[in-house]
């Protein structure tokens, strides 16, 4: 299950957002090990961008999907707060359309 509950997936991004900008407010809850931000031309036209953190440990993801999912915007303007929830691999859940997905 996503690294042992230690990989986020992170949605509804803004389509300027940076990995520096995701890093930066994630090492806030724990040390991360990697952000990795898809790129535009991975997404659907329109669609918000996402990316995937992990950390050091799941205690850590935990905390940052708490304080951050529903509630964090990284600009002003966003319409909608970003969404974190744990990163599962797609055989994990079955098939597609779930949250994440390792190639």
Do not use: W
Request: one cysteine or more; hydrophobic letters at 30%; glycine letters at 12%.
């Amino acid at each position: 299950m996503g690294e042992d509950g230690r990989r986020l997936f992170v949605g509804k991004l803004p389509q300027d957002i940076h990995e520096d900008e995701i890093r930066m407010i994630f090492n806030t809850y724990g040390r991360t090990t990697d952000v990795h931000l898809m790129a535009v031309h991975q997404q659907q036209p329109g669609q918000d961008r996402c990316a995937f953190v992990t950390y050091e440990n799941p205690e850590a993801a935990k905390v940052a999907t708490q304080v951050l999912h529903g509630i964090y915007k990284f600009r002003e303007d966003s319409h909608e707060p970003i969404n974190v929830g744990v990163a599962f691999r797609r055989h994990e859940k079955g098939g597609g359309g779930d949250k994440g997905g390792d190639k």
